[in-house]
């Protein structure tokens, strides 16, 4: 495998040398890995060192026209040269080559060759006028897409790998693996066997290279995952990124750009029109798909459908996923494409016939209700129901798809019972999980209880309503709707009193509020009661509330049980309870564990944002930002602050997105977080309105310095000295300066330090030095 730059450094080398060596540079790498961005780097490198150069494509000419890729590389330079080629051509060779190149046709006779021995003849011919071309100076000859050139070219490119034209010539071809010709490849294989050929396989870009190229306000987990998705092929990152494509494959695909619908399309171009059919079909289908389940949308029998997969997997249009009865497509763009160049006819067929196969075999009213709301016209009570059951199973999972349902629902029954408080509440949570935060607010605040109603909806209704109004930045409408629905409480509805309860409580620690003893009094009476996910999002709450009235042991009993559920939780629970997550790791973060807190702010931001929650990203995201400024990492710090601002901007709040900029201005103040003095712009938009460490620790019980004391007495005298300086805020390299040590010599004491006194971060070390005053006597100096 090779980088850019390592294959740019070796082709600079080769071109110096002594080229008759290796006449032939084989550029190998998949759809959009930048194959023909290298080819442009190598023509200017030869340009700029002399080569003449001359580039052409298989895809370029017409479709039928013989030795295509040649003509397209060849025929303006030999043009330039007509005359003179002219001249010398031997006359054997003329009306082939006046056949061949448009610019000799005028100037030679002009023949097409019609049987394999003229081919063979015309073989010899454009070797020769290779041999010619390079007589004016060293050449170097391109030829990209050769997996798609046509048959003579493709013979011709064999004759020369076994005859190279005279002179200084290297010849560069670039091609994709799998769907080139089988025998040009073991052609390609023997001439890398015997150094008559340079291999150069393209290998993905290193983790630090692409993540260049994605957005500076993407969080580390969604870079992660477009990452691994894209195995560092910088074209499809490239993309997907400016097109803000999250690259998941469920769902309706993503609406291409004309100009990259046309280069996807250049992929389907050999297809007959039974494949064409078939790659349609399946891109109707959420991948991975069957074969069945294909046969039925493209009406067709299983034979012809198992063949168009060959031809597919052929072409590397579609793969397997480890069983040949799992297919997908080679990547989320070619699936768009060929959806996308389907008729809206053909696929309001094909999604009705795919609605019915899923109902045939019972799949997920959320995998049937994609294709129903397509089809669905009003009046059809069927088709209504599909669309409310799959709108309820992927409101945690894509609550903008949900939201989207839910309103042809409203559509489709404009004499039934479509828009009832229901249904409205149902709607008014979509789009308040997919971070819609005023419609949201407008929908739910059209809202009116009625006598009829069941409390339990209008309970629902006003908590849901108070969580977008704290979000909006309305506190005090957000209070009056809680006062509201505790006025609502039947002490017998045990989950209606800790709803409201619950919520009561997390916005008066949201908004910096004492906590009402009374709500954390209710939830502790029934939590043991609770179902398991429940549990953990009170005991979360709780812990937060506990140290709001300073009581640190029971904030720890609160977190470690919360801590011990989530872990338990399947992601689904884990995803409604994820407010809970965000109150734990504020817990930690007050009980002086940034590590822990850290990993549980990830854990809710990449849930987020891969179950599409808009409107809990921004608080994820800048919670984590101001853990990571603590933790010691900038990097990371800014990336989440810019992601906070992004996602906060996106959700209509301006009191979440004024948060989101003071944070990010702070960061950015501070030198990205590498100024110690970030912590006094934090403190502010910390959720425990923490303190500064030192202060905070300042106040601990003479017993827990005591302790503190004692942990240290087991360092020795240098790692006590690297202790000190990780308290004063400095960094690795600030420490191995000022002690004269490496910096793997400071990570060495790190590492040590961490394990004698039993922590995993340096806000932990910290914490100890400043309970233990003492200590800072016994090293007075190093510090200062």
Known sequence: ??????????????????????????????????????????????????????????????????????????????????????AGCPTEHARWLGGVFPALATALPSTRPTDPAELYHVFHAIRGLV????????????????????????????????????GQVVLVLAHRARQTDQALRGLLDAAVTTGMARRVELAPLAEQEASALLPSDLSRARCTDLLRKFGGNPGLLRVFTSLGIDGQSAGEPAVLPADVLAECLRDFHALSEPVWLVARSAAVLDDPFDPELLARVAELDATRVLTAIDELIAEDLISTRGSSRRLSFANPLLRAAAYQSAGPGWLLGAHARAAQALLDRGDRAGQ???????????????????????????????????????????????????????????????????GRLPEAGYLLGELVPTEQQDPTVWIEAL???????????????????LAAALRLLSPGEVPDVVQVHRARLALALDTGTRPDEADESVLRRHVAAMPAATAAGVFAVLSVATFRF?????????????????????????????????????????????????AHYEHGLRTAERRRLGGLVPQFATALAVTQVRLGDPDGAIRHAACGRTAAAATGSAALLARAVALEAA???????????????????????????????????????????????????????????????RTNQQIARRLELSHKTVETYLGRIFKKLFVSSRAEVAALVGLAGQVARRSRGVAG
Not at 135 to 158: P, Y
Not at 584 to 596: I, K, S, V
Request: charged letters at 25%; hydrophobic letters at 45%; proline letters at 5%.
């Open 1 to 86: 495998m090779h980088s850019r730059a390592d294959a740019l450094t070796e082709f600079d080398w080769l071109l110096r040398g002594d080229v008759g060596r290796v006449p032939v540079v084989e550029v190998r790498g998949d759809r959009w890995s930048g194959k023909t961005a290298l080819l442009a780097d190598m023509a200017r490198t030869a340009g700029a060192i002399g080569w003449r150069v001359a580039v052409g494509s298989a895809t370029s000419p017409p479709p039928g026209v013989p030795f295509g890729a040649f003509v397209d590389a060849l025929n303006t330079l030999v043009g330039r040269h007509r005359d003179d080629l002219v």
């Open 131 to 166: 041999g010619a071309l390079a007589a004016f100076g060293d050449l170097l000859l391109v030829l990209d897409d050769v997996h798609w050139a046509d048959e003579a070219s493709v013979q011709l490119i064999s004759h020369l790998l076994r005859h190279p034209p005279d």
């Open 463 to 481: 908590c849901w309503r108070a969580w977008v109004w704290r979000l909006t930045g309305r506190i005090e409408d957000a209070a009056r709707d």
């Open 368 to 434: 049937v209700a994609r294709h129903v709301v397509r089809t669905a016209t009003i009046g059809d009570n069927h088709s209504v129901r599909l669309l409310l059951d799959g709108a309820e199973q992927c409101l945690w999972d894509h609550p903008a798809q949900s939201a989207s349902w839910l309103r042809t629902v409203i559509e489709l029954e404009t004499d039934g019972p479509g828009t009832t408080p229901e249904r409205k509440l149902m709607l008014g949570k979509a789009l308040a999980l997919a």
């Open 667 to 729: 960061i950015a103040g501070a030198d990205g977080g590498r100024d110690v003095e970030v912590f006094d712009h934090l403190d502010n938009l910390d959720i425990l309105e923490a303190e500064p460490e030192p202060t905070r620790l300042a106040r601990e019980p003479e017993s827990q310095r005591d302790e503190a004391s004692i942990r240290l007495d087991g360092l020795s005298e240098r790692e006590l000295e690297v202790a000190v300086l990780v308290s004063d805020g």
């Open 550 to 598: 300073g009581d640190r042991e029971q904030t720890r009993r609160h977190a470690e049980a919360a801590a011990e559920l989530y872990e338990e939780l399947a992601d689904d629970e884990v995803a409604q309870q994820l407010d809970g997550l965000y109150w734990l790791a504020g817990a930690e973060t007050g009980l002086g564990w940034p590590g822990p807190a850290a």
